[in-house]
């Protein structure tokens, strides 16, 4: 059976009011899912319903088919906005406590606490209290948490948070090979540059509600509008003379423009090489925050 996660017409109140509403989605294994909406759209709430912490009012959430029950959330790693680690404590000797309450072996669990410490770049800071660490460090050791048991599943609610580049590359590494074994990954973030570069399936909620689920392309094949971009030596002025076309943006040599149903971007093509060289020409694919701002308004 498929190692995958599925939400379905999951629904939450605080008091009167509706918190999610009819949520439904699936985290697929060996994918990083991005998890996307605006403060309050109802992001935590449904990570926390996932494992465990919350119960839905109505609708399921299930593990490769069956219910999550009590022993299944423990194979979760969850890691929450909030940072909750122990501020006083080494982070070598809490990595280890916490593998050891997930069930590992003391071997397996300073196993675990070296390997993840030298991938994310703190093995130099592994006996410093947390609270000497950096704040992007500390954000490194949090991951760590998450990851310290070999989890079946991973749930990071603003993973990224904190973190420069070259960082955030350090973290996707390492959550890569999580997903090349098989492991899929649920994580929400406001970056929405990152979620762009990183995910291979996306969900974004907004209201409490799913606006939109899909892979990266094909959301911007569904949300894309028929748009061109086009790059000559010499002016591109002349595209405004041509039927179908409507220039939107002109600037010398570089020009967007939009196609009537009618027209054919070959045409347009072929009438730019017959004045010159092309230097690019192709439809325009829209960002993430395009496509978020297209589903949410």
């Known amino acids: 059976m498929s190692d995958a996660l599925r939400v379905e017409e999951v629904n939450r109140r605080f008091g009167d009011r509706p918190v999610l509403s009819d949520v439904t989605f699936d985290v697929r294994a060996g994918r990083m899912t991005g998890f996307v909406g605006a403060n309050g759209a109802g992001k935590t709430t449904t990570m926390r319903i996932i494992i465990g912490v919350l119960a839905a009012d109505s609708g399921s959430v299930t593990w490769r088919g069956a219910p999550l029950d009590k022993q299944e959330r423990r194979q979760i790693g969850y890691m929450p906005e909030e940072r909750g680690l122990y501020p ?42 947390l609270q000497q660490l950096s704040l992007g460090n500390q954000q490194r050791a949090q991951i760590a948490a998450a990851l310290i048991h070999d989890p079946v599943l991973l749930v990071l609610d603003e993973p990224f948070s904190g973190l420069d580049p070259l960082a955030v590359d350090v973290v996707v590494g390492v959550l890569r090979e999580r997903t090349s074994a098989g492991v899929p990954v649920l994580f929400s973030s406001h970056q929405l540059d990152v979620v762009e570069r990183l995910c291979d399936d996306l969900v974004i909620i907004a209201g409490g509600r799913i606006r939109a689920t899909g892979t990266r392309d094909e959301l911007r094949t569904r949300y894309a509008e028929p748009r061109y971009q086009l790059r000559v030596d010499g002016d591109a002025g002349w595209l405004r003379d041509q039927a179908g076309v409507t220039v939107v943006d002109l600037d010398g040599d570089r020009a967007v423009f939009d196609l009537a149903e009618t027209a054919d971007d070959q045409v347009v093509l072929r009438e730019a090489l017959a004045r010159g060289p092309v230097r690019s020409f192709g439809p325009v694919v829209p960002s993430l925050a395009e496509i978020f701002r297209e589903v949410t308004q």
């Open 88 to 129: 006083k404590m080494s982070v070598r000797e809490q990595l280890v406590y916490l593998g050891r309450l997930h069930g590992l072996s003391p071997e397996r669990a300073k196993g675990n606490t070296a390997d993840l410490l030298e991938r994310l770049g703190l093995g130099e800071r592994a006996d410093d209290p």
